[in-house]
């Protein structure tokens, strides 16, 4: 018996072009493998350097610490968001009780379909500088997520090179003044580039590079704090694409408003949360360098900190990529 030659054609025709549409979720793995150690190793050294001079808010070693960043954004081809003139938000003295003037640093990847729809992901860049002549580099604190934004960010370019960018918009946002009172985030959150009502999410990361005293045994693991507190949609997902791409141990021990470390309200997601934005906080716990000048970058563990950058990197993905928005169905009163 012959083949029906056309038929098997014209079935294979169809078969490969439903294939094209059904497998359009392309292998994520590629760019969560840009993520590397050498990468967070090679910017955390600059980053937490002595050059740097602990980054205190409005100091030359800030300023110096925020140019690095913008030249790695401008390395990897990224730019600032539209509507902005340069990489930075002035934060001026006066919103931060005398501090000298500091700056937001933004930097900006533009969305497919949805552009007008901001994922927030954020980290403070400011740490609390020089006290009695010693240096406080703040390695973990947040240098460890001052470097995840621009591995994320530069995972994020990779693919949109590649024409898989995220449909939603990610502004990548590392704030000044944290040390003192969440000044920065609480400067964008009242001084916002793009309204509020159309930002969807703040990921944020303080502190991912070391482990703390209840996880001696592994350090497989990342706090995560905030993220069912308004959205279920936004805890799922995070549940949802650590299962499928990351499998480390979400701990939720201090996930909740009447943690008496009140963690929750001790860093800059908190400001977005207060607007009813979804927000989540991803938190190593405290560690015997806390605020000491020995949160140095040789005792981060960098495979740690790989893993969590990779995760907060998938979460702002599916965020910016899946159909709906995380509808907000819980209140933060
Ligand atoms: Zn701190």
Same mark, same amino acid.
């Given at each position: *018996?012959?083949?029906? !030659?056309?038929?098997?054609?014209? =079935?294979?025709?169809?078969?490969?072009?439903?294939?094209?549409?059904?497998?359009?979720?392309?292998?994520?793995?590629?760019?969560?493998?840009?993520?590397?150690?050498?990468?967070?190793?090679?910017?955390?050294?600059?980053?937490?350097?002595?050059? *740097?001079?602990?980054? $205190?808010?409005?100091?030359?070693?800030?300023?110096?610490?925020?140019?690095?960043?913008?030249?790695?954004?401008?390395?990897?081809?990224?730019?600032?968001?539209?509507?902005?003139?340069?990489?930075?938000?002035?934060?001026?003295?006066?919103? *931060?009780?005398?501090?000298?003037?500091?700056?937001?640093?933004?930097?900006?990847?533009?969305?497919?379909?949805?552009?007008?729809?901001?994922?927030?992901?954020?980290?403070?860049?400011?740490?609390?500088?020089?006290?009695?002549?010693?240096?406080?580099?703040?390695?973990?604190?947040?240098?460890?997520?001052?470097?995840?934004?621009?591995?994320?960010?530069? /995972?994020?370019?990779?693919?949109?090179?590649?024409?898989?960018?995220?449909?939603?918009?990610?502004?990548?946002?590392?704030?000044?003044?944290?040390?003192?009172?969440? =000044?920065?985030?609480?400067?964008?959150?009242?001084?916002?580039?793009?309204?509020?009502?159309?930002?969807?999410?703040?990921?944020?990361? $303080?502190?991912?590079?070391?482990?703390?005293?209840?996880?001696?045994?592994?350090?497989?693991?990342?706090?995560?704090?905030?993220?069912? !507190?308004?959205?279920?949609?936004?805890?799922?997902?995070?549940?949802?694409?650590?299962? +499928? =791409?990351?499998?480390?141990?979400?701990? =939720?021990?201090?996930?909740?408003?009447? $943690?008496?470390?009140?963690?929750?309200?001790?860093?800059?997601?908190?400001?977005? /949360?207060?607007?009813?934005?979804?927000?989540? !906080?991803?938190?190593?716990?405290?560690?015997?360098?806390?605020?000491?000048?020995?949160?140095?970058?040789? +005792?981060?563990?960098?495979?740690?900190?790989?893993?969590?950058?990779?995760? /907060?990197?998938?979460?702002?993905?599916?965020?910016?990529?899946?159909?709906?928005?995380?509808?907000? $169905?819980?209140?933060?009163?």
């Amino acid at each position: *018996m012959r083949t029906n !030659f056309l038929f098997t054609t014209i =079935y294979l025709f169809f078969l490969s072009s439903s294939f094209a549409q059904t497998t359009s979720s392309f292998d994520l793995t590629k760019y969560i493998s840009t993520i590397s150690i050498s990468d967070l190793k090679t910017h955390l050294e600059i980053v937490a350097s002595d050059e *740097m001079e602990g980054r $205190d808010t409005g100091t030359e070693g800030q300023k110096k610490a925020g140019v690095y960043l913008i030249n790695t954004y401008k390395n990897n081809g990224i730019s600032f968001p539209k509507g902005a003139t340069d990489f930075y938000q002035k934060v001026p003295s006066a919103f *931060m009780k005398g501090l000298p003037d500091s700056e937001n640093i933004w930097a900006f990847i533009e969305g497919s379909e949805k552009p007008e729809e901001i994922v927030v992901v954020s980290a403070h860049y400011d740490h609390i500088g020089i006290i009695d002549g010693e240096i406080y580099n703040g390695a973990d604190d947040d240098g460890s997520g001052t470097v995840a934004l621009l591995e994320i960010a530069q /995972a994020f370019q990779e693919a949109k090179n590649d024409g898989h960018g995220p449909k939603r918009s990610i502004l990548f946002l590392h704030v000044t003044g944290e040390e003192h009172g969440l =000044y920065g985030s609480s400067y964008y959150t009242e001084n916002p580039l793009f309204p509020l009502a159309n930002t969807i999410s703040d990921v944020n990361i $303080d502190m991912i590079g070391r482990r703390d005293e209840f996880h001696l045994k592994s350090n497989n693991y990342i706090y995560l704090i905030g993220s069912n !507190f308004l959205s279920t949609d936004l805890h799922n997902v995070c549940e949802d694409v650590n299962k +499928k =791409y990351i499998n480390i141990k979400l701990d =939720y021990k201090y996930n909740s408003r009447k $943690d008496p470390n009140r963690f929750y309200y001790r860093s800059d997601h908190y400001n977005f /949360a207060k607007h009813n934005i979804p927000s989540v !906080f991803l938190f190593n716990g405290v560690h015997d360098d806390y605020h000491q000048a020995s949160d140095e970058v040789d +005792k981060i563990e960098f495979d740690a900190l790989q893993k969590r950058t990779q995760l /907060a990197f998938v979460i702002a993905w599916e965020l910016a990529s899946r159909k709906n928005r995380p509808v907000v $169905d819980k209140s933060e009163k």
